[in-house]
């Protein structure tokens, strides 16, 4: 199992075992060279841990354990879980600001502890099999025992569909999940049991002015970002940057080189031959006002075939997006360049309000779709179900998309939906967006069903590590976090501009024109792009005979969708789903895992 994750941790390894318990670590050595590798124990060995991360606020905890009478056998950041146990029992993760997945075992109490980071950065899958417990960093570890059943997920499936993608516990793969961001597994001799200890909790709308000036939210966010970037330069290897040309990237990248403006940062960024989606003279004005040692790569269209096999395996589930084949390639760039962590800006749009659906819902709400009737109501029912909140609207009406993926399931895929139809559980805590404002409820939202399982996954995590790099969030701090919840929405969207607030930290560290550029999507030639190619592969997994010998998509659906996609139109990175790229990467995905048709 340890051997499958050799890609995440290639520089070392270690190794846990008594009667009913064994923990197989892999180590990508960042802090602490010499004597950090896991597991970890206290002082008296009766606690022992691994953990796949980072703990930013390790130093403080160290502070207040020695303080306390615990003494330290590493200078390694992650050792303050046991002693934390020790202290704080299965309230240790309340304290920890990182990104994290880990496990803890209690020998006294035959007790055993998998904890995941609060926004769900560190991935952690886990399974039961005659009767014991598996978990890994990736869903492979659990793979490699021969008594994991390989099946299909249709619930997962129809999640990547309806949805920016899965949604812990949900993976792809039937009787194996993710433990959900923010939660904790125990396993003793009860049982198991899966505990929240952390979540996103906007406060109820209030019409009343902000409590504070402007000036003090402004204030307020840089501090914190500073030190939220201060903490994740902390490594005894080099830490680099992406610069994608946008704000976040930008802002970030600034910070690091105020936190040291004596070091010469690596940074790095993907280009494109194409104009409308290049964004090299952004990257370049950007990394010449910090000073960088600059390393971009050209990204051609072509090498998108080359590289979808290895994001489906990365990411152990299909995608709607060829865009990962970038981020891949990308990850390697750093990788090729000595550095083994890198800063990155992902998580400001979902916390600062930079999707269109933030603007169109600051200017009054967006467009309902369906106009009145029967629809209109089924409509409500379903938001309703979906959100606690018939009135919000994410993305798409979903009554209408349930007819759209009955046509597009196989037949006997289709007379089953009702069973796996994701629109007909609760997608989030509904007590989480009663009453909260529209922009707020987004946020939640797009926590839930963009940010953990997709753009941190597959596009994140999963790209980063297959190269052996670990990419650090500082938007995704949790001082930090606590903090944006308490910012007026008012502040986040204003005077039609999305990121209003963060744009006016930004402004005090970013070139102008950089500080007020609006978003440009980081996008890929999608499947209409690929059905151009005359790829071999691609037209076999897409052809009616394969689709029919699998089971899953109807052959005559798909090929409609061929015909259409052949005039070369690109979908709508914000607004449509790419359904054949789906469909080809889903062959991809059972081809790769050796999963079985359903027929």
Same mark, same amino acid.
């Given at each position: 199992?340890?051997?499958?994750?050799?890609?995440?941790?290639?520089? %070392?390894? #270690?190794?846990?075992?008594?009667?009913?318990?064994?923990?197989?670590?892999?180590?990508?050595?960042?802090? %602490?060279?010499?004597?950090?590798?896991?597991?970890?124990?206290?002082?008296?060995?009766?606690?022992?841990?691994?953990?796949?991360? =980072?703990?930013?606020?390790?130093?403080?905890?160290?502070? =207040?354990?020695?303080?306390?009478?615990?003494?330290?056998?590493?200078?390694?950041?992650?050792?303050?879980?046991?002693?934390?146990?020790?202290?704080?029992?299965?309230? &240790?993760?309340?304290?920890?600001?990182?990104?994290?997945?880990?496990?803890?075992?209690?020998?006294?109490?035959?007790?055993?502890?998998?904890?995941?980071?609060?926004?769900?950065?560190?991935?952690?899958?886990?399974?039961?099999?005659?009767?014991?417990?598996?978990?890994?960093?990736?869903?492979?570890?659990?793979?490699?025992?021969?008594?994991?059943?390989?099946?299909?997920?249709?619930?997962?499936?129809?999640?990547?569909?309806?949805?920016?993608?899965?949604?812990?516990?949900?993976?792809?793969?039937?009787?194996?999940?993710?433990?959900?961001?923010?939660?904790?597994?125990?396993?003793?001799?009860?049982?198991?049991?899966?505990?929240?200890?952390? %979540?996103?909790?906007?406060?109820?709308?209030?019409?009343?002015?902000?409590?504070?000036?402007?000036?003090?939210?402004?204030?307020?966010?840089?501090?914190?970002?500073?030190?939220?970037?201060?903490?994740?330069?902390?490594?005894?290897?080099?830490?680099?940057? !992406?610069?994608?040309?946008?704000?976040?990237?930008?802002?970030?990248?600034?910070?690091?080189?105020?936190?040291?403006?004596?070091?010469?940062?690596?940074?790095?960024?993907?280009?494109?031959?194409?104009?409308?989606?290049?964004?090299?003279?952004?990257?370049?004005?950007?990394?010449?006002?910090?000073?960088? *040692?600059?390393?971009?790569?050209?990204?051609?269209?072509? *090498?998108?075939?080359?590289?979808?096999?290895?994001?489906?395996?990365?990411?152990?589930?299909?995608?709607?997006?060829?865009?990962?084949?970038?981020?891949?390639?990308?990850?390697?760039?750093?990788?090729?360049?000595?550095?083994?962590?890198?800063?990155?800006? *992902?998580?400001?749009?979902?916390?600062?309000?930079?999707?269109?659906?933030?603007?169109?819902?600051?200017?009054?709400?967006?467009?309902? #779709?369906?106009? $009145?009737?029967?629809?209109?109501?089924?409509?409500?029912?379903?938001?309703?179900?979906?959100?606690?909140?018939?009135?919000?609207?994410?993305?798409?009406?979903?009554?209408?998309?349930?007819?759209? @993926?009955?046509?597009?399931?196989?037949?006997?895929?289709?007379?089953?939906?009702?069973?796996?139809?994701?629109?007909?559980?609760?997608?989030?805590?509904?007590?989480?967006?009663?009453?909260?404002?529209?922009?707020?409820?987004?946020?939640?939202?797009?926590? @839930?069903?963009?940010?953990?399982?997709?753009?941190?996954?597959?596009?994140?995590?999963?790209?980063?590590?297959?190269?052996?790099? =670990?990419?650090? !969030?500082?938007?995704? %701090?949790?001082?930090?976090?606590?903090?944006?919840?308490?910012?007026?929405?008012?502040?986040?969207?204003? *005077? $039609?501009?999305? @990121?209003?607030?963060?744009?006016?930290?930004?402004?005090?560290?970013?070139?102008?024109?950089?500080? @007020?550029?609006?978003?440009?999507?980081?996008?890929?030639?999608?499947?209409?792009? &690929?059905?151009?190619?005359?790829?071999?592969?691609? +037209? +076999?997994?897409?052809?009616?005979?394969?689709?029919?010998?699998?089971?899953?998509?109807?052959?005559?659906?798909?090929?409609?969708?061929?015909?259409?996609?052949?005039?070369?139109?690109?979908?709508?990175?914000?607004?449509?789903?790419?359904?054949?790229?789906?469909?080809?990467?889903?062959?991809?995905?059972?081809?790769?895992?050796?999963?079985?048709?359903?027929?």
């Amino acid at each position: 199992m340890a051997a499958t994750l050799h890609h995440r941790g290639p520089d %070392d390894s #270690g190794d846990f075992a008594v009667p009913g318990v064994a923990f197989g670590f892999t180590r990508l050595s960042i802090v %602490d060279l010499a004597t950090g590798n896991q597991p970890h124990s206290n002082e008296a060995g009766d606690i022992v841990s691994v953990c796949n991360g =980072e703990i930013y606020n390790h130093r403080a905890l160290r502070a =207040e354990l020695e303080a306390r009478g615990h003494r330290f056998r590493t200078h390694c950041d992650v050792e303050v879980l046991v002693h934390l146990y020790e202290e704080h029992g299965l309230d &240790l993760a309340t304290r920890l600001n990182g990104q994290f997945a880990f496990a803890l075992y209690d020998r006294r109490r035959h007790r055993l502890i998998l904890g995941r980071d609060q926004t769900g950065i560190a991935p952690l899958f886990h399974t039961m099999v005659d009767e014991q417990l598996l978990f890994g960093s990736e869903i492979k570890a659990l793979l490699a025992d021969p008594r994991v059943e390989r099946r299909v997920n249709l619930r997962g499936l129809d999640q990547i569909l309806t949805f920016p993608g899965l949604r812990s516990p949900t993976t792809m793969f039937e009787g194996i999940h993710a433990l959900p961001p923010g939660h904790l597994l125990i396993a003793d001799a009860e049982g198991t049991a899966v505990r929240q200890y952390w %979540d996103l909790a906007y406060p109820v709308a209030d019409p009343a002015p902000p409590l504070e000036s402007i000036g003090h939210y402004v204030d307020r966010l840089d501090d914190l970002l500073l030190a939220s970037v201060r903490r994740r330069l902390e490594a005894d290897v080099p830490v680099g940057l !992406y610069i994608s040309g946008g704000l976040d990237s930008s802002l970030i990248g600034a910070l690091a080189k105020r936190a040291r403006p004596d070091h010469r940062f690596h940074s790095f960024s993907i280009t494109f031959a194409d104009a409308a989606i290049d964004e090299r003279a952004a990257q370049r004005q950007m990394a010449a006002a910090l000073g960088t *040692e600059h390393h971009e790569i050209e990204f051609s269209p072509d *090498e998108i075939v080359g590289r979808l096999r290895d994001v489906i395996v990365a990411a152990e589930a299909p995608l709607k997006e060829s865009y990962n084949t970038c981020s891949l390639a990308l990850s390697g760039l750093v990788r090729a360049s000595g550095h083994k962590v890198v800063l990155t800006g *992902e998580g400001a749009d979902e916390l600062f309000g930079g999707y269109v659906g933030y603007r169109l819902d600051a200017a009054g709400g967006q467009s309902r #779709g369906v106009a $009145d009737g029967i629809e209109a109501m089924l409509e409500e029912e379903l938001r309703a179900e979906l959100w606690g909140d018939s009135d919000f609207f994410y993305e798409r009406d979903y009554a209408l998309f349930r007819e759209a @993926k009955e046509g597009l399931y196989a037949p006997g895929v289709a007379s089953m939906l009702p069973g796996f139809d994701c629109t007909r559980e609760p997608m989030v805590d509904p007590a989480r967006m009663a009453g909260r404002h529209k922009l707020h409820q987004r946020s939640y939202a797009d926590f @839930k069903l963009r940010m953990a399982d997709h753009l941190l996954a597959d596009h994140g995590d999963r790209v980063a590590y297959a190269n052996s790099i =670990e990419a650090r !969030y500082p938007f995704l %701090d949790a001082d930090l976090i606590a903090f944006v919840q308490t910012i007026p929405p008012a502040l986040l969207v204003r *005077e $039609d501009t999305e @990121k209003w607030l963060l744009r006016q930290v930004a402004a005090r560290h970013v070139p102008p024109a950089l500080a @007020k550029r609006e978003k440009f999507g980081f996008v890929a030639p999608g499947a209409a792009y &690929l059905l151009h190619q005359g790829v071999d592969w691609i +037209d +076999d997994l897409l052809s009616p005979e394969t689709l029919r010998r699998q089971g899953y998509f109807n052959a005559d659906a798909v090929q409609r969708l061929r015909a259409q996609q052949r005039t070369g139109t690109r979908p709508n990175a914000t607004f449509d789903t790419d359904v054949l790229m789906l469909v080809l990467t889903f062959g991809l995905f059972l081809d790769a895992f050796g999963l079985p048709d359903r027929r």
